[in-house]
């Protein structure tokens, strides 16, 4: 079993900022990609950020200049530091990963998702 736990949503009003965080455990040999969906009220899913185990980095363009995506191999955590925040911002954000339970040399990478964690941005 692998599990995706994301921590760091709340109320914050425009303009400022949260870091939201999401730790992998369980039956992990390597993670391929992590990522960052959200979705709000009356909206599909979407990929808000995404980054690869070499560290390649992709943006939606309503995030650009704003969020920053990381991940620390180590702790097998991916993190989502978002700054100037807006209304439009306001959703569930969900983590995702590519993860091997076995040596990639014999298996592919399974797709896995956290519960999610609401963000709110209101005054």
């Known amino acids: 079993q692998v599990q995706l736990v994301e921590s760091g949503g709340g109320l914050v009003q425009p303009g400022g900022s949260l870091r939201l965080s999401c730790a992998a455990s369980g039956s992990i040999f390597r993670i391929n990609a992590m990522g960052w969906y959200r979705q709000a009220p009356g909206k599909e899913r979407e990929l808000v950020a995404d980054i690869t185990s070499g560290g390649s980095i992709n943006y939606i363009n309503s995030v650009k200049g704003r969020f920053t995506i990381s991940r620390d191999n180590a702790k097998n955590t991916v993190y989502l530091q978002m700054n100037s925040l807006k209304p439009e911002d306001t959703a569930v954000y969900y983590c995702?990963?590519?993860?091997?339970?076995?040596?990639?040399?014999?298996?592919?990478?399974?797709?896995?998702w956290g519960k999610g964690t609401l963000v709110t941005v209101s005054s």
């Open positions: 995702n990963a590519g993860v091997y339970t076995a040596s990639p040399l014999t298996y592919t990478s399974m797709d896995y």
